[in-house]
């Protein structure tokens, strides 16, 4: 929340290069076949942070418990966000059934850019400023 | 350890720059729980033996900043901002809803403790590498809106230089002053995402005197552990079942009340309670909806009730105001109770007066109180420098500032409605006082008494400890105390509540205490209540209250109603003495409302006797 009623969910696109994957220079992080997320394997893990400069969207963050890479695993397949999400009746996320296309990397963004937008969205011109 | 707490407190001492952690027992923690609580627990220990000698604004004076073990697991997380006030002198648990709370705890602190005054302005940030007390002075003076947005960069900035592989740092949760906590106005609000607030107490005031601009927390670990987690899963799920099942509440809050509280309950201030009924269709709830709100659902961490709704002005004389609904509370004080019946005007007040860091009721109790003393003439042109007509939201708008400022006339008017009706009226030689809307110093929500349709009856603010605070009234001396002392202390926020059996199951499966409704009715709540009341009645230096006669509802709420359905009605003068005087009985007090000994050995607050003794006599 960059600026108070400007809060935007910042999650894993699963871009169809996956830049983190490849930046992995143990191989921990590999693609789930079924469900197209990242999956990190703890273990191998070091900590580098290569993920997260590689990626475009600024998401992986190391988890303060192990140290190691953090990224949506989308839960097997049913995320437990969207299920809570659509049980409080906003529906605000959804799990979206698509292809591989490179349209996916378009919403790798780093929430600050998001929220910028989101800002001009809400508040009109008044929202060029706030962030 | 019991569990839902993290384990240690942050001790900051401005006067010697010194941070230290701090633990306290087990046995303080159960009896006390958190925040309001524990907040006038740690005072009577710290600072309770000179009570009545310290000011609120001396350096000795310990603001605190409490979360409670309920805070963060149970939805809709608070915090609780406590201390000496200076408008009551004695103790108020004022709670604003803020992810401050959540990530204090995720940083592994229970709370700040600040006592001393530091040299220049300054600011504390909490990690989970301890505290630290930094500059502010480039932020000192600023608008609520400028200080988020310098300390949201400035502190993302330092984190990300200090551990800058870890990811993408998101945003501190803060809580700060706006001018007019800088300028010690007396009932300045401790604010907190642009439009929250703290606001009963004056601890912005008190904020102010320390130099301390804002405390921001960042925490990377997670909450803490609770006893029963399993349990804890399911009573979450079955409150927030409920929760999401308000369907008009959750798209509402309480932003449709400004018009229907006034119209249906005749219990809406309008001119400074001249009248409590209006019936202006102009300030109905769809105007605000349709016109105004640009997010319809805003909530804080774990809380899925999003009664607030993000409204911003887009064109016209006020464009680019952002305030959340308003709701109930400043739909009426920034509103109706300024003669105000226009949605634009009302947002451009409310989001004016957050940004100041004035309280949306308290400050605006207070401007309210000048108009009428405009009216009646007490108060002149020449004193404003400007007309201070009812309904003119550009006059309003000077007022705010020239009480933040402490300029002309604001500098008797921001010691608050109550000093400043004593001043003004040595000053002209007038009897202000029954135009001052106050219980003990504290300005009365907007909830009036005299239709009795509403909420607020009798003796909810005459008797209460935290005078005219309406989110913790006075009703029966046992029942209340699973109400807002419970919430206030675990801190979590009243309009997420559910029924109190399931209330307490969560508590017991977070603490893993052996508590019960009944322990809470009987002890618990009742001790808190007593030491507040304690604390209340020493008071000191500048006012001390006297017990049964300011124990009083204000002369206007005696005045009979002059319009509405319930034309003629007012609070039953009568009825507020008897059931003033079972209130005391039932919570152990004598005739007076003063403690008795039997009451503070039973409820293990015997080190309180000796100084209750000599009020006593």
């Known amino acids: 929340m960059p600026f108070p009623g400007v809060e935007v969910p910042h999650l894993c696109a699963q871009c169809d290069d996956y830049p983190c994957v490849e930046s992995c220079p143990v191989d921990a992080l590999s693609v789930d076949e079924k469900t197209t997320a990242v999956i990190v394997d703890r273990d191998a893990c070091t900590s580098c942070g290569e993920c997260i400069e590689a990626c475009p969207g600024n998401v992986p963050t190391l988890h303060p418990g192990d140290n190691k890479a953090n990224i949506c695993d989308l839960c097997g397949g049913d995320p437990e966000c969207v299920k809570v999400c659509h049980e409080a009746k906003y529906d605000a996320l959804r799990l979206v059934h698509e292809s591989m296309s490179t349209n996916r990397k378009l919403f790798a963004r780093d929430p600050i850019d998001v929220a910028k937008d989101l800002a001009v969205k809400l508040f009109g011109e008044k929202g060029e400023e706030v962030i | ?617």
């Open chain 2, 1 to 617: 350890m019991p569990g839902g707490y993290a384990g240690k407190f942050l001790d900051v001492d401005l006067s010697k720059e010194k941070v230290k952690d701090t633990v306290i027992d087990d046995e303080t923690l159960e009896a006390y729980f958190g925040g309001r609580g524990l907040g006038a627990k740690i005072l009577w220990d710290r600072i309770g033996k000179k009570w009545s000698k310290i000011d609120a604004f001396d350096p000795m004076n310990i603001l605190m900043a409490l979360t409670g073990p309920m805070t963060g697991i149970y939805p809709g997380g608070r915090i609780c901002v406590t201390g000496k006030s200076p408008v009551s002198n004695g103790t108020v648990g004022s709670t604003a809803s803020t992810e401050f709370a959540p990530e204090l705890k995720m940083a592994g602190y229970d709370g700040v403790l600040v006592s001393g005054k530091a040299s220049s302005p300054v600011y504390i940030l909490v990690t989970d590498d301890g505290g630290e007390i930094r500059d502010a002075s480039h932020i000192w003076g600023k608008v609520g809106e400028e200080t988020i947005k310098i300390l949201n960069k400035e502190v993302v900035d330092s984190l990300t230089e200090k551990k800058p592989n870890v990811g993408r740092w998101r945003e501190p949760g803060t809580i700060y002053i706006g001018p007019a906590g800088e300028n010690m106005v007396r009932n300045a609000a401790v604010m907190t995402k642009i439009c929250h607030a703290a606001g009963y107490g004056g601890y912005g005031a008190v904020m102010g005197s320390k130099n301390l601009k804002a405390i921001a927390a960042k925490g990377r670990g997670s909450l803490p552990e609770v006893f029963a987690p399993e349990a804890v899963k399911l009573l979450w799920k079955k409150v927030h079942e409920r929760s999401i099942s308000r369907d008009a509440f959750r798209r509402q809050g309480t932003g449709y009340a400004g018009w229907s509280v006034g119209a249906t309950t005749s219990s809406e201030p309008v001119r400074n309670w001249q009248e409590e009924w209006h019936d202006e269709r102009s300030f109905g709830g769809p105007m605000f909806e349709t016109r105004f709100w640009v997010k319809k659902y805003w909530a804080d961490f774990n809380c899925t009730v999003s009664c607030m709704k993000v409204s911003c002005i887009k064109s016209g004389k006020w464009k680019g105001d952002i305030t959340n609904m308003p709701d109930y509370e400043l739909q009426a004080y920034c509103g109706t109770n300024f003669g105000i019946f226009d949605p634009a005007d009302n947002i451009h007040l409310s989001a004016l007066l957050d940004n100041l860091g004035h309280s949306g009721i308290n400050g605006a109790n207070t401007m309210a109180f000048a108009a009428e003393l405009y009216q009646r003439g007490i108060l002149t042109d020449e004193d404003f420098g400007f007309k201070l007509g009812w309904g003119d939201a550009k006059a309003f708008d000077k007022l705010a500032w020239l009480i933040a400022k402490r300029e002309k006339i604001g500098d008797i008017l921001a010691e608050g409605t109550y000093r400043a009706a004593k001043k003004i009226g040595e000053m002209r030689g007038v009897d202000c006082m029954p135009y001052a809307v106050h219980v003990k110093g504290i300005e009365i929500g907007a909830h009036g008494t005299r239709s009795d349709e509403d909420y607020t009856h009798d003796i909810s603010y005459a008797a209460s400890v935290q005078g005219g605070d309406h989110t913790s009234t006075a009703s029966d001396g046992f029942k209340e105390m699973t109400g807002a002392v419970f919430s206030d202390s675990g801190v979590y926020c009243n309009f997420c509540s559910a029924p109190t059996e399931l209330i307490f199951d969560y508590a017991k499966a977070i603490t893993g205490y052996h508590m019960s409704i009944d322990s809470w009715r009987r002890w618990n709540g009742p001790r808190i209540v007593t030491l507040q009341r304690a604390l209340l009645l020493l008071g000191g230096p500048d006012q001390v209250w006297e017990p049964i006669k300011d124990d009083d509802n204000p002369p206007r709420f005696y005045e009979p109603l002059p319009s509405g359905p319930y034309k003629g009605r007012t609070t039953d003068k009568a009825l507020v003495e008897s059931k003033r005087a079972t209130y005391y009985e039932t919570l152990g007090w004598d005739e007076r409302g003063i403690p008795t000994k039997e009451t503070l050995d039973r409820l293990d607050l015997g080190d309180v006797e000796p100084s209750m003794k000599k009020l006593r006599k």
